[in-house]
C-alpha cells in the first residue's frame, strides 16, 4: 500500500485557504482549550491515526508513556459514556501535537468565546466546507475507517489490524465487532459530499 499521509497537508491547507475569509472574526485564542476538553468528540481517518501515530512515536520516552495512559483512559471513559479531555491536551492546555493535529480540530472555531453555557458559534458555510473536506479524507482514506481518536489509534496499535491496513487490504469483517460497539465508519460506505454554496 502506499501510504497517503503526505496528502494530508494539502487537504488541511485547502480547507484553511477556503475557509479563512468567514474565520477572521473567530474569538480562539491561545490557550482556549474547550473544545479539546468539553465540546464533543474528536473522529479521525485511519490516515491520520497513522500520522498522529508517527507523531507519539518521536516524542520523548516519558511523554509518550503519559499519551499511552492518557489515551488509555479516555478510550475507557468513553466507553462508559463519560466525557473526556483530548489525551494529547497538555496541562497548560497547549496542544501536544499541534501540528499533527486531525482535522476535526483544524475545522472547529467559534464567532464567541465558549463556556459551558455557551457553546462554539459556527458559520454554516464553513462546516459545509468541512464536511466536504471530511468525505475528501475519506476518499483519500478508501480502505480505511472513521471513528474517535483513541479507539481508531487502539485499532491501530493491534499488530493484525495494522497489518492488513498497511498492505491495503479491506477487510472490514476483521473489525466488525469493535466496529459496531465503537461507531466505527467504513469510509467507503461514507456519504456524498454536501453541495457548497
Known amino acids: 500500500m502506499i501510504l497517503k499521509t ?14 479563512a475569509p468567514f474565520r477572521e472574526s473567530a474569538a480562539c485564542q491561545k490557550g482556549c482549550a474547550f473544545c479539546c476538553s468539553d465540546a464533543g ?19 520523548p520516552a516519558p511523554q509518550r508513556k ?8 479516555d478510550m475507557k471513559r468513553r466507553e462508559n459514556g463519560q466525557s473526556s479531555r483530548c489525551p494529547f491536551l497538555m496541562k497548560n492546555n497547549a496542544c ?13 472555531y467559534s464567532l464567541e468565546t465558549c463556556g459551558k453555557t455557551r457553546p462554539p458559534l459556527l458559520s454554516r ?24 481518536l483513541s479507539y481508531i489509534l487502539h485499532m491501530l496499535d493491534t499488530p493484525v489490524f495494522l497489518e492488513s491496513y498497511l498492505a491495503g487490504e479491506f477487510r ?26
Request: hydrophobic share 40%; with cysteine.
Open 41 to 59: 468528540s474528536i473522529h479521525i481517518t485511519t490516515l491520520e491515526g497513522l500520522a498522529i501515530r508517527d507523531a507519539v512515536n518521536h516524542l
Open 125 to 148: 458555510q464553513v462546516m459545509e466546507m468541512a464536511d466536504q473536506t471530511i468525505c475528501e479524507l475519506q476518499r483519500l482514506d478508501d480502505t480505511g475507517y472513521s471513528g474517535h
Open 66 to 73: 503519559s499519551v499511552q495512559k492518557n489515551l488509555a483512559r
Open 172 to 197: 472490514p469483517e476483521a473489525i466488525m465487532d469493535f466496529g459496531k460497539t465503537h461507531k466505527i465508519l467504513i469510509n467507503r460506505m461514507a456519504a456524498k459530499p454536501p453541495s457548497i454554496k
Open 6 to 19: 503526505d496528502q494530508l497537508g494539502p487537504a488541511y491547507q485547502a480547507f484553511a485557504s477556503r475557509s
Open 96 to 108: 501536544m501535537i499541534y501540528v499533527h493535529r486531525p482535522f476535526v480540530c483544524r475545522r472547529i
